[in-house]
């Protein structure tokens, strides 16, 4: 490293030159090295972070590879459920212990995989009965301008086929409050079941008002009241506490969020979705 030097100092008397070295800790020494040093510090800081981002997304993308043929979670091997856990806690150890931010947290969260029985048993009634469809489920999150929890809407996207459009002929949601407890623990209170949205194929439609007659003022309120139902059932009654529970959330940033139900209620992989209506 070069050092900083003074001109030559000579004295009054002889013909000797006397060179003074500026001491290593001298603040002129001191504020050059500081600006070479200080890029460098920020280049290499700035390396760190994208070579940490790149592991993660490496890891995260094993994992959606280790949940790809299974269906949700309806189908896995012993094998597969091991290495989705391995990949799992790999996942999660990348911002564990951090507080939850709840900006990042507020939107919609579409389900990859769980191995929650409550969320199961919906897929396996899907595939063991002909005239129910599981669609999408999402988690919807309402608590960006909150500072201690928010809403939670659990959408589930299901259908009777040929009486109501594949995939998303209704809607069930499952709305909860939730408060944050730990750093990163949430408690779901679950308020109410609804199920709305109905949307009626096209075949259901024809059969109630055929297209080769006249609709009738009866056959459109009769397609009007369909579309309209909505049947909202309260989960908890006065003087009685509401059913709930405790959500860890092991991992979250912008695209990806992984979850925990305490107590033995299986995992939960989302991906960010866009907004719901």
Not at 54 to 77: P, S
Not at 118 to 145: S, T
Not at 230 to 258: E, F, T
Request: with cysteine; net charge neutral; aromatic share 10%.
């Amino acid at each position: 490293m070069d050092l900083a030097f003074v001109p030559p100092l000579y004295p009054p008397k002889g013909n000797r030159a006397i060179y003074e070295v500026k001491p290593f800790g001298s603040a002129l020494h001191r504020n050059l090295y500081s600006r070479r040093i200080s890029p460098c510090l920020a280049t290499a800081a700035t390396q760190t972070s994208q070579a940490s981002e790149f592991v993660v997304e490496n890891k995260k993308h094993d994992l959606l590879r280790a949940i790809q043929e299974t269906k949700r979670g309806l189908v896995t091997t012993a094998d597969q459920r091991s290495s989705i856990e391995e990949a799992l806690v790999s996942v999660e150890g990348y911002n564990m212990g951090l507080p939850i931010d709840l900006v990042k947290l507020d939107g919609t969260w579409r389900l990859q995989y769980t191995s929650a029985p409550d969320v199961l048993i919906l897929f396996e009634a899907a595939a063991r009965l002909p005239f129910f469809q599981v669609g999408q489920i999402f988690q919807k999150f309402e608590c960006r301008d909150q500072s201690n929890g928010g809403v939670i809407r659990n959408v589930v996207r299901w259908s009777i086929p040929t009486l109501l459009e594949e995939q998303e002929g209704a809607t069930l949601l499952v709305s909860a409050k939730f408060e944050i407890v730990s750093a990163r623990n949430i408690y779901l209170q679950f308020e109410e079941i609804t199920i709305q949205n109905i949307n009626v194929s096209e075949e259901l439609q024809a059969l109630i008002a055929p297209a080769i007659l006249p609709r009738s003022f009866l056959s459109l309120q009769i397609l009007q009241f369909i579309r309209a139902f909505r049947a909202q059932i309260p989960v908890s009654n006065p003087g009685r506490q509401s059913v709930g529970g405790l959500y860890y959330l092991s991992y979250l940033d912008d695209n990806m969020l992984l979850g925990r139900a305490v107590g033995g209620g299986g995992v939960f992989v989302f991906t960010k979705a866009q907004p719901l209506e």
